[in-house]
């Protein structure tokens, strides 16, 4: 289905999710790093729910400013932008340094 959207397809995308995908079966399958598993296969995702809701905005813009919806995209982009730093940098880096050493 994403790959109907043009950004979808760009070859970046596509090896990005390729070797997530396949860096996640290897974990699972050899067992490798179980107790990172949560914190990547999982914690690091909880932004990607606000990011699904704060792009929607792009598809289904506001009709009216100031609306309910208009008010819960910008919310959604808030706490999207908050929960990436959280995780996505600074859990990140707390998580792989540790990785890295084992």
Known sequence: VSL???EHRQAV????HVLAGLTAFYALEYQMVAYYSIFYGGCS???SIFLVWADA???FPPAIEGSAYGTCL???QVLFAITFFVYRVYGWIRHSIPLWKD
């Open 74 to 76: 910008l919310v959604c």
């Open 4 to 6: 109907t959207i043009p």
């Open 57 to 59: 905005g792009q598809f």
């Open 45 to 47: 995702e909880v932004s």
């Open 13 to 16: 995308f596509i090896v990005h």
